[in-house]
């Protein structure tokens, strides 16, 4: 028989909860606090924990509703422990353990951005999976290229600055484009034929860096002759194209030639037409919805290691690790 899942995600902003039978997911809610986080300028972790732990159990209450699955019919619970906002973080877990007592089942742990590399076969079995594969998660929290071997995973370079999806809000900001800002950047880049050249950065290592494509982006936009959507559309084309020479750099190095890539940039949809037009690799991406942060890929990964048995349960001692390591 194969057993029913129930995973918690609030690692950040968005408070997800996700009800698998065996590696299949039968029901995803996810409340995203981005529009109550906007009122505040971004998200300020007390009130992100408190929007979290007030709406949380409204979700679990939808999730159970949509999936048919009786609460006393689950066989285990996984939690999201980190990387992310303590604050936030402990609200998923004190949750996950306060159902793991009550429903005397067990409980396990994952960490968030492993998820992410695993997003792209969410419903698929172990097998499907590549052995080796370059991996890229990028997201508003995060920007990391990392090399998979089997289980372990290991980081080659992350961003010395802002992450990727971050520099993405942040000029939609300066260029005072409407929430979502991210999607409306997409979406005029790619309606725009002609493009204002943005500076590309290209640190010689594993590294990325957006700092100075978004001070560039910010003098430019009071620059009266300069057309904003061109302006978009060089600011897309260099931040893209930066992920996209790294990738191109650890494929080579290492001779892998599977890619994954993970997280809320991975809707981008100039970023999956450059990776797509790289004939060389093997490309596996995620589903729309498990982009952004999602309980489906937390829940996933613990099904997945569980059946390999290569994850412990946990006592109820589990503790956030804000700046939890791959
Ligand atoms: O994975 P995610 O939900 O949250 C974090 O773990 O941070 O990613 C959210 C990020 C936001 O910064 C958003 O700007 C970005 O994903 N994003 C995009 C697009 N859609 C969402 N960035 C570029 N292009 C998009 N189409
Ligand atoms: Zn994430």
Known sequence: MKKITLAIETSCDDTSISILEGVEVISLKTFSQIKENKKFGGVIPEIASRIHSKFIFKIINETLEDSGIDIYKIDQIVVTYGPGLVNTLQVGIIVAKTLALILNKPIYKINHIEAHAYSPFIGKEYNVIPQRAIVLVVSGGHTEIIVK??????????????????????????????????????????????????????????????????????????????????????????????????????????????????????????????????????????????????????????????????????????????????
């Open 149 to 326: 071997n089997n289980w372990k995973l290991k980081t080659l370079g992350s961003t010395r600055d802002d992450a990727i999806g971050e520099v993405y809000d942040k000029v939609a900001k300066i260029l005072k484009i409407n929430y979502p800002g991210a999607p409306k950047i997409d979406e005029i880049a790619n309606k725009t034929f002609n493009e204002v050249k943005c500076p590309k950065t290209n640190l010689e290592n594993y590294d990325f860096s957006f700092s100075g494509l978004k001070t560039f982006v910010f003098n430019q936009s009071k620059n009266k002759s300069i057309k904003k959507n061109e302006l978009i559309k060089g600011f897309q084309n260099s931040a893209i194209k930066q992920l996209i020479d790294k990738i191109k750099k650890a494929v080579n190095e290492f001779e892998i030639y599977d890619v994954i890539i993970g997280g809320g940039v991975s809707a981008n949809s100039f970023l999956r037409s450059e990776l797509n037009s790289i004939d060389y690799i093997n490309l596996y991406l995620p589903k729309i919805q498990y982009t952004i942060d999602n309980a489906a890929m937390i829940g996933y990964l613990a099904v997945l290691k569980i059946n390999q048995n290569l994850i412990e349960k946990e006592n109820l001692e589990i503790d956030a690790v804000p700046k939890l390591d791959l």
